[in-house]
């Protein structure tokens, strides 16, 4: 399997050798972004800090595509999910959550969330539950076999869910009616459920998932 | 106005200051996340790049606090939203939106994001868009003098919502029945409205907004 990031790679040639390049960028981004929220260094170190990591985002920038990543020619398999802001290796703002599924549609995965997604004290982000929960029923849909985007998402609050612990999120399809699919899933602690989802994304009958 | 940032900021004894320090860090981090998703250099220099972000990440950490944000003594007025993963200027996460409001609770913000929060091909990541919408009702909630959590949220995605053009979220008060408040919102580009939301926030009778 060959792709896009041959360009970026030039001495690589499958996709998990780029993936193992690439993760590690990706982590030291994300230690960035909790540091840049805890540290309490002094004055001096942030400006040269600042100072240093502009000149390292200049380096990266020196060769760049232009534009979105979906539309770049040659991602294919893999590398589609690499930008997502929920599982993408390539994306520092997602965890990463590593997903697991079911050929039924039930999908899940186990997490564990830091400053960078905080809302209230010491909580999980409602939005960032939101935004997980978007990513967990649509990949329930997806790999049911279906393609299609979603048309509406609720969620309902049960109780807060906590930064530092262990949470999962987990997924699946409640049932299809026509061309619409009802996804459900939730976001748990070691509590229980902490917050509910439901969905209906809308199918694209001339396309299925790969 | 002094805050624990005093601690990091040591010559530093204002929340402008501060903020005036912090927020280049930020957008640095920024940079780099966009970076990682769009670089096209040779291996060598991801190699390179990945070992000086981690030399400077351990910098950053060799002073920091514990544990969640909004638990650390001190922080008051402006810093309590610093950390925020929607208006957050510390948190590279964060677009950031700059949230303007009318004291009879609707607010809004004009922005434009790029890859770091893609979902289809060249469109905004949908479950962005709630984190996005979660955020600003519940600041029109908290503006109009309420405190209360979110207890139930609800998009309608009416059409893509496209990456890299100018974009308005705003959100505002329906309604209040007893200890709940109804708030309306929605993500426009320049033909129209693409997600609407609304949501429930359930007050919290012995708290007001600062």
Redesign the interface.
């Given at each position: 399997m060959t792709g896009y990031l041959d360009?970026?790679?030039?001495?690589?040639t499958d996709t998990a050798a780029q993936e193992a390049?690439?993760r590690?960028?990706?982590q030291?981004?994300r230690?960035?972004?909790d540091?840049?929220?805890?540290?309490?260094?002094?004055?001096e170190?942030?400006?040269e800090?600042?100072a240093?990591?502009?000149q390292?985002?200049a380096?990266?920038?020196?060769?760049?595509?232009?534009?979105?990543?979906?539309?770049q020619p040659g991602i294919a398999g893999a590398q589609r999910s690499?930008?997502?802001?929920?599982i993408?290796v390539?994306?520092?703002?997602a965890p990463p959550l590593a997903m697991a599924h079911d050929p039924d549609g039930r999908v899940w995965a186990d997490f564990e969330i830091g400053?960078?997604?905080?809302?209230?004290?010491?909580l999980v982000?409602?939005?960032?539950s939101?935004?997980?929960?978007?990513?967990v029923l649509?990949e329930s849909v997806h790999t049911s076999g279906h393609w299609g985007?979603?048309?509406?998402?609720?969620?309902?609050?049960r109780r807060?869910t906590p930064?530092?612990r262990p949470l999962r999120a987990e997924g699946k399809i409640a049932r299809i009616e026509g061309r619409k699919v009802f996804a459900e899933g939730s976001i748990s602690d070691e509590g229980g459920v902490t917050v509910e989802a439901s969905g209906i994304f809308i199918l694209r009958p001339d396309r299925t998932a790969g």
């Open positions: 360009d970026i790679t030039v001495d690589s390049l690439l590690p960028l990706t030291s981004i230690s960035l972004i540091a840049a929220i805890r540290t309490q260094v002094d004055r170190v942030i400006v800090t600042t240093a990591l502009e390292l985002a380096r990266l920038r020196s060769r760049q595509f232009d534009g979105s990543y979906g539309h690499w930008a997502s802001p929920v993408g390539r994306n520092p703002i400053v960078g997604y905080e809302g209230p004290p010491g982000h409602g939005g960032v939101a935004l997980i929960l978007d990513h649509g985007m979603t048309g509406t998402l609720s969620m309902r609050y807060p930064l530092h």
